[in-house]
């Protein structure tokens, strides 16, 4: 069955160091999506992409972030200068399309520790 | 904005008992509603997706419902084993807002045997 893979399964950075998360979705999926989920709280959205480009953020999404789709395959999220409070399990989606009975489904995720 | 809500935040029965858990969202305006499971420290096991023009879906000894003109839906769970001990998350996924999904807080369900 196809799945969503995320690498790394934890990273660990300096504060002020840039990070990337890696994502590759199911193949055929439209839509990808990043959450994250600080411990022992909600899991929260950050961003959804389609068709090259971003079509939501959250507040949380700032100038920090940014998400690309470099080749056609993978799927990042790059926070450019770390701080302690992006420590979070992040999360990568996919889904084929909106409507109907089609499931966002999520990647095992990357543990980032921002010391 | 849509909120989803979870209620109880924890919950423990003995094994063999039947439960429900609860969830309701603010705004009925979504493609459809999913329930995940997710273990500590795990990522999230996608259980049932309800669209919004469904009433109920089942899988095994699970049972999701819905009623989006009451903001609810609501996770049957048959014949609790320690084995489903975890926290079950519901989420909403947004209409029109690139289908993001919004999670309630999740119930921490325990099983004793």
């Known amino acids: 069955e196809p799945e969503v893979t995320q690498t790394p399964s934890h990273q660990v950075t300096q504060m002020g160091q840039e990070v990337i998360l890696r994502c590759v979705p199911i193949s055929n999926h439209l839509y990808f999506y990043w959450y994250r989920q600080i411990l022992g709280q909600k899991v929260e959205f950050l961003v959804s992409?389609?068709?090259?480009?971003?079509?939501?953020k959250s507040e949380i999404f700032d100038d920090q972030f940014s998400v690309e789709r470099p080749d056609g395959s993978n799927f990042t999220l790059k926070i450019r200068s770390t701080k302690l409070e992006d420590s979070a399990m992040y999360f990568c989606a996919s889904r084929l399309r909106l409507a109907g009975g089609y499931e966002q489904y999520f990647g095992p995720g990357t543990r980032l520790t921002v010391t | 904005k849509q909120e989803v809500t979870q209620i109880p935040a924890a919950l423990s029965v003995p094994e063999g008992e039947n439960l429900v858990l609860n969830c309701s969202f603010t705004?009925?305006?979504?493609?459809?509603l999913q329930w995940f499971r997710q273990d500590p420290g795990k990522g999230l096991t996608s259980l049932l997706l309800i669209q919004s023009s469904q009433r109920e879906q089942t899988s095994g000894r699970l049972n999701a419902s819905l009623d989006k003109s009451s903001g609810r839906s609501t996770l049957y769970i048959a014949a609790s084993q320690p084995g489903d001990s975890a926290t079950y998350l519901c989420?909403?996924?947004?209409?029109?807002?690139?289908?993001?999904?919004?999670f309630g807080q999740g119930t921490e369900l325990s099983v004793k045997p």
């Open positions: 992409f389609y068709n090259n480009e971003i079509s939501e």
């Open positions: 705004d009925s305006a979504i493609y459809n």
């Open positions: 989420a909403a996924s947004v209409y029109n807002q690139g289908g993001k999904l919004i």
